[in-house]
């Protein structure tokens, strides 16, 4: 059986969760079937990869995303499955199943719906990827939700959709990669004194991530720790410019804020990860959230945002500490200072009690290795295609 993966994101181009997810995916696949990935970007080994077509370079990025689609559609001849990414590969995906009448099932990382902040990104182009992502689900033979909560969205953004062919299949960790790191050179490269707690961001600059939240709480942390945050590839100059200011205005305030804001090695990432005392994860929308899946193999305590499929993944006074948020239809806090300080509240938490954050480390990987296998996740998407 030939099952072709459309993704935009795929290594080494891997910018979130969608990506790291497809990586592992297609590599657990790949010992059960013949996969071919097809991806936006420059050329890769072990992918089939797209550039903007001709034509395109000046358009509105929702318009280059279609334009791309329409050549991998194309690639997808001989396929027996395609299966889908995000909205940037669900066009492909939908045009693949009318074209050659194949099975066509969606992995669904977001919905566009629930992410209105991305019409500061893409303008008009915001319909289009919300139209791309409408149509491919709706006529999808099979849809892939990554936790409960996932499902629950998909369910209410497109009542069209019956629920019977909406399967959760979690994401997953490679807790052999995932897994402490004696070593802490990454943290003397990048000016993290390994001598003081601290308090560790990993993620992209985006109003998702809810990273403005967590500068306004870090005011309120414990001074005598430091603040880490590997953040970067920002969706806007406005975000970049409001990140920065905000930055700024703390460190002005309190030493130890350090912003690492290139894409680091993967191995620089895990050794940051582990000798945190605490992974913070403010999101405000997070359909299952993997990074928190990453800091909790590395054995770090994870505060994070009871939202979306993150509490199928942190267990709350056990694995870490989640922060309760009520949420406009735009995502956002209706109380943005409550949510500030109940950020600060459970980090502080943490901070001050080590031995409770080792605690909770520990069960954190106890529960990835136990619960979250890409062997088992691969297996179960394999027994989805069978049965389309």
Known sequence: MRVDLLSREYPPEVYG??????????RELRRLLDVRVRCFGGPREDATAYRIPGGLESAN?????????????????????????????????????????????????SLEPLRPWKAEQLGGGYTLSSWAERTALASADAIIAVSEGMRADVLTAYPEISPKRVTVIHNGIDTGE?????????LTRHGIDPARPYVVFVGRIT??????????????????????LCAGAPDTPEIAAEVT???????????????ISEMLPRPEVIE??????????????????????EAMACETAVVATATGGIPEVVADQETGLLVPIEQGLDGEPYDREA??????????????????????????????????????????????????
């Open 272 to 293: 940051i990860l582990t000798h945190a005392t605490v992974f913070i994860c403010p999101s405000v929308y997070e359909p299952m959230g993997i990074v928190n899946l």
């Open 207 to 228: 109003r998702q991530k809810g990273l403005a939240h967590l500068l306004r709480a870090a005011h309120s942390f414990d001074p005598a720790a430091q603040l880490v």
């Open 178 to 186: 995932y897994a402490p790191a004696p070593g802490a050179a990454a």
């Open 245 to 259: 200011a905000l930055v700024e205005e703390l460190s002005a305030v309190r030493n130890g804020v350090i912003w």
């Open 17 to 26: 969760g969608a990506g790291v997810h497809v990586e592992y995916l297609a």
């Open 339 to 388: 949510f500030a300080v109940a950020i600060a509240s459970r980090v502080n938490a943490l901070l001050s009690d080590p031995g409770l954050a080792d605690d909770m480390g520990r069960q954190g990987r106890r529960r990835a290795v136990e619960h979250f296998s890409w062997l088992r996740i691969a297996e179960r998407t394999r027994e989805l295609y069978m049965s389309l």
């Open 61 to 109: 990025p929702a318009l280059q995303v279609l334009g791309v689609d329409l050549e991998m559609a194309a690639g997808c001849l001989g396929a027996d499955l395609v299966h889908s990414h995000t909205w940037y590969a669900n066009f492909a995906g939908h045009v693949a199943k009318m074209l050659y009448g194949l099975p066509h099932v969606v992995t669904t990382h």
